[in-house]
């Protein structure tokens, strides 16, 4: 496969278990679907407290116009182009995903940055459940009276939700 980017050749490598294709030119790297998700939930790199402050202060929210960072690379997998996507919807850090088969081009140190990313939001989540729970729940039932939808009313639904919420307010 040619890199998307600076069509020099791809090469295999085995990245948190699996295998991924990196350019040795640009750095930048190829994961088929399902692939990045893999890589952000293996978590077997760890990342310093430093460095995930660090790549956290640096993808705020941006004001990337995804119009502005969308260059149109072609995939080297089945040849369609990609659109710029913002991860986490808001991140600032500006990914390629392929129109045609899902699969996603990293530039250099953006696998890096988008599992410390990832790492940080989890560290976070139990504190932030915590602060935001009771909150979590006067939305969840004003959502539920506006819409006359009764999450009740769906077998084990209300329970789970309030026990995933009640477990991570301890």
């Known amino acids: ?47 310093g407290e430093n460095e995930r402050r660090a790549v956290t202060a640096a993808a705020k929210i941006t004001g990337v116009k995804l119009a502005d960072a969308d260059r149109d690379l072609r995939c080297p997998k089945c040849g369609d182009t990609t ?29 890096e ?15 932030d459940l915590k602060k935001y729970a009771k909150r979590l729940r006067q939305v969840a039932a004003d959502v539920e009276q506006r819409t006359c939808f009764n999450l009740a009313g769906i077998p084990f639904m209300n329970a789970l939700v309030n026990g995933v919420i009640d477990l991570l307010e301890r």
């Open 113 to 127: 940055k988008v599992q410390m990313l990832v790492e940080h939001w989890e560290d976070q989540l139990p504190d």
């Open 83 to 111: 659109d710029a996507v913002n991860y986490g919807g808001d991140s600032g850090i500006v990914i390629d995903r392929c129109t045609g088969c899902g699969g996603i081009w990293l530039d250099a140190d953006e696998m």
């Open 1 to 47: 496969m040619q890199c998307p980017a600076c069509q020099s050749t791809l090469r295999p490598v085995v990245y948190e278990g699996i295998t991924i294709e990196t350019c040795d030119a640009c750095r930048g790297e190829w994961l088929d679907p399902g692939e990045l998700l893999h890589v952000t939930r293996a978590r077997e790199a760890r990342f």
